[in-house]
């Protein structure tokens, strides 16, 4: 059962059921927070496990419901109506705008335990429990893996999104082709190119590193933050940026998705021609600060004002 606790500023409150993230239990190995329609609130996805033909739970993307905020927000599943329910084993998930056209997308990395690939651990499973429905219920009771492939050998996901409410996958025409046992994915511009890189984090695997290439006509804009009566870090803090007729917040967070945390900048594509309105910076003491008269293709160091 996944729990959703919202902060009145003094307490935590457990929230999971009247929110309606609460409402099935899942396996929940990964969760992630992103601006996926630009309307300036988070959708959250949670990574859990599927194999096909044998244990079907999808991945879930909770996205508030119009005209619903604050204590008494209300989520809605569209993972399968947005395409990206199924997304094998899955482990660590990220969002962040990949090609820099202004929408942000999605990156999952899976693959449990990758053994004998001529042999399928779910095959004598399914075998096992059809005779006995009740092994599905505990992992204690389920045959031992023996060499078997275990939901093993996967293919990774990198979900774009096309900004009128669906994700495609362009993992196998973009290079993501590896099928090791991926845990954690973080995002970061590792060569201040302006665009975000991918580390992926393998299990009995090598660590990789995608180079991230995007078209030069796609703009984009960075802000590092450095906090004085918040924490230095400035953890916490989100930006909401406003251009041409778009809004997305970011936050800077202290670790995303499965093991993981994304580079501290932020960073946002803006898509051609970008007209930047403003950038509105929350600090996590309380402060506002407006940001006008910005550039796009910039990197911008802001320090809070005292």
Do not use: C
């Amino acid at each position: 059962m996944s729990e959703l606790y919202l902060n009145d500023g003094k307490r935590f409150h457990e929230a999971g059921e009247q929110t309606g993230v609460g409402f099935a239990p899942k396996s929940g190995m990964s969760v992630s927070f992103g601006d996926v329609f630009n309307q300036g609130q988070y959708a959250v996805y949670v990574s859990n496990i599927s194999e096909d033909g044998a244990l079907i739970q999808g991945n879930n993307l909770w996205v508030p419901k119009e005209g619903t905020k604050g204590t008494a927000i209300k989520y809605e599943n569209l993972a399968r109506d947005m395409g990206v329910e199924l997304g094998g084993w899955s482990f660590g998930a990220q969002f962040g705008d990949l090609n820099n056209d202004g929408n942000l997308d999605l990156y999952v990395t899976n693959g449990y335990v990758s053994l004998d690939p001529k042999r399928s651990y779910w095959y004598d499973f399914t075998k096992i429990a059809g005779g006995n429905s009740s092994i599905i219920g505990d992992a204690k009771d389920w045959p031992a893996v023996d060499g078997r492939s275990h939901s093993g050998y996967q293919q990774k996901h990198v979900w774009m999104n096309d900004g009128a409410g669906r994700f495609v996958d362009v993992a196998q025409a973009i290079g993501v082709t590896d099928t090791y046992d991926g845990r954690a994915v973080a995002f970061a511009d590792l060569w201040n190119h302006g665009v975000l890189d991918v580390v992926v984090a393998n299990q009995r695997g090598p660590l990789l590193l995608y180079k991230n290439t995007v078209s030069p006509d796609n703009q984009w804009i960075e802000f590092q933050l450095e906090g004085t009566q918040s924490n230095r870090s400035a953890i916490g803090a989100h930006i909401t940026l406003s251009w041409n007729d778009k809004t997305q917040i970011q936050e800077i967070s202290g670790g995303s998705g499965f093991s993981a945390q994304n580079d501290r900048r932020l960073h946002f594509g803006l898509g051609k021609n970008a007209q930047i309105k403003s950038a509105v910076v929350q600090w996590p003491s309380g402060k506002v600060q407006t940001l006008d008269s910005l550039l796009p293709d910039k990197l911008y160091k802001i320090e809070e004002p005292q």
